[in-house]
């Protein structure tokens, strides 16, 4: 069975910085793209960033281009990202996922959502 377990996330000023992982099991993680949305209070859930096999090929949604850094480890079964000059709008709880690239294009997995990891930015 897939397991997603994210952490990382708290509470920080605008400004400020926090490093997310996720740690995955149930698959073979080389195999497979990996990707982080979010969910904020009221709204969709929304695509943040993904990263393919080999950390090779990476995108990112316009809202979090040139703050965001997602990075992985292979050795570790991880997926990380790397938030800085985080805004009041990054706030929501971010949720990781692996899926593949069809076309070019980031396809999430039909796997339940983990638990999530809050991320709170306070002005």
């Known amino acids: 069975q897939v397991q997603l377990v994210e952490s990382g996330g708290g509470l920080v000023q605008a400004g400020g910085s926090l490093r997310l992982s996720c740690v995955a099991s149930?698959?073979?993680?080389?195999?497979?793209?990996m990707g982080w949305f979010r969910q904020a209070p009221g709204k969709e859930r929304e695509f943040v960033a993904h990263?393919?096999?080999?950390?090779?090929?990476?995108g990112y949604a316009d809202s979090v281009k040139g703050r965001f850094t997602i990075s992985r480890d292979n050795a570790k079964n991880t997926v990380y990202l790397q938030m800085d000059r985080l805004k009041s709008e990054d706030t929501a709880v971010y949720y990781c996922?692996?899926?593949?690239?069809?076309?070019?294009?980031?396809?999430?997995?039909?796997?339940?959502w983990g638990q999530g990891t809050q991320v709170t930015v306070s002005s």
């Open positions: 149930g698959f073979r993680f080389d195999n497979y793209a």
């Open positions: 990263i393919n096999w080999s950390g090779g090929w990476i």
């Open positions: 996922a692996h899926g593949l690239y069809y076309d070019g294009t980031y396809k999430r997995e039909n796997d339940a």
